[in-house]
């Protein structure tokens, strides 16, 4: 399948080689290991490898154990890391000296270099996991540094632990409507967070380049505007004193960006209005109470900017959905 979100499933393969058509699948779109499953002779999974090609992939299949042995390194070996987020199920993995026993939103990094055991447990009948891809090429951290955190559990709940959750949750479904030139970016997002993530639990966030550290602050600030989107008093001076930094400073950092962050700010009001206004179930709420839940103070310069975006006014927009 073409586009930015490709899927792949056992649905169409006869169900005796399910499981080594899986086999083939992850030795080509991860690496190659050995498999054992005790659901072999029922196999069933899918996977969805979202753009930029190989950047992300999103699983879910039967439980399994699978080993990365000296003799898989040497058949190929793509000199990268993974970042395992799991999504449902429970999975063990063991490298080097680390043991990382994960349950749901637990998450770890493995090397493509080192021997590998992994536990894909069941729980409920299967295992949900997203794989974030990091060549080491592009990882903004010394050589080795890394390696110091394989497979050792990584915080999810707080700073760039639950911005990078948040990441590879989203990125599935953002990315189908997304330009080229966004998804490229995204993808670099991804990079930034997750050396952001590695560098805390080391101790060494300094060592990060300035760009991969404003990268991380651009996406700190990203989710910030989301969350306050109905806050009528968010504006760029209130996004630059919560997160103590000059307006200029703020303003810079969006430079290399499509909009600016009034803009950003303008435009995602404006989506969560026609989400709103689209909806049958809030028929019930006045266009005027819909512009006032997400943040504009005067109907009159919200119909104005709905206007600019969509090309008619917000009662045109609600009466053609109703139809």
Do not use: K
């Not at 990584?154 to 080229?180: F, H, I, M, N, Q």
């Not at 969350?227 to 760029?236: F, G, M, Q, S, V």
């Not at 290399?256 to 709420?285: F, G, K, N, Q, W």
């Amino acid at each position: 399948m073409t586009g930015p979100v490709a899927v792949v499933d056992t649905d169409g393969i006869a169900v005796p080689d399910r499981f080594g058509w899986w086999h083939d699948m992850v030795g080509q779109e991860v690496m190659p290991v050995s498999m054992r499953s005790p659901y072999a002779d029922r196999f069933r999974g899918s996977a969805a490898v979202v753009g930029p090609p190989g950047g992300l992939a999103v699983f879910d299949f039967s439980p399994l154990s699978a080993q990365r042995l000296p003799v898989h390194i040497r058949r190929a070996d793509p000199e990268a890391y993974f970042l395992v987020l799991v999504r449902g199920g429970a999975v063990r993995l063991e490298q080097g000296r680390g043991v990382a026993c994960l349950e749901p939103r637990g998450m770890a990094v493995f090397s493509t270099s080192r021997p590998l055991s992994c536990e894909f447990q069941d729980h409920d009948g299967s295992v949900r996991l997203t794989l974030l891809r990091l060549p080491r090429t592009l990882m903004p951290l010394a050589d080795g540094r890394v390696d110091r955190l394989l497979a050792v559990p990584l915080p999810t709940e707080t700073g760039s632990g639950a911005l990078l959750d948040l990441y590879l949750t989203s990125l599935p479904g953002a990315v189908r409507t997304c330009r080229p030139a966004e998804l490229a970016r995204l993808g670099a997002v991804g990079t930034d967070l997750a050396a952001s993530l590695l560098a805390a639990r080391l101790g060494d966030q300094e060592s990060l380049p300035p760009e991969t550290r404003r990268g991380v602050l651009r996406e700190r600030i990203s989710r910030f505007i989301d969350r306050h989107l109905a806050d009528p008093t968010l504006d760029p001076a209130a996004i630059a004193a919560h997160h103590h930094i000059s307006l200029r400073t703020l303003h810079q950092l969006f430079q290399s960006e499509p909009e600016s962050v009034a803009a950003t700010i303008r435009r995602r009001r404006l989506e969560r209005c026609h989400a709103d206004l689209t909806d049958p179930s809030l028929r019930h709420r006045t266009i005027g109470e819909t512009a006032l839940r997400w943040g504009f103070r005067h109907p009159a310069d919200f119909s104005r900017a709905f206007r600019r975006a969509y090309g008619m006014p917000p009662s045109e927009i609600r009466a053609a959905s109703s139809r």
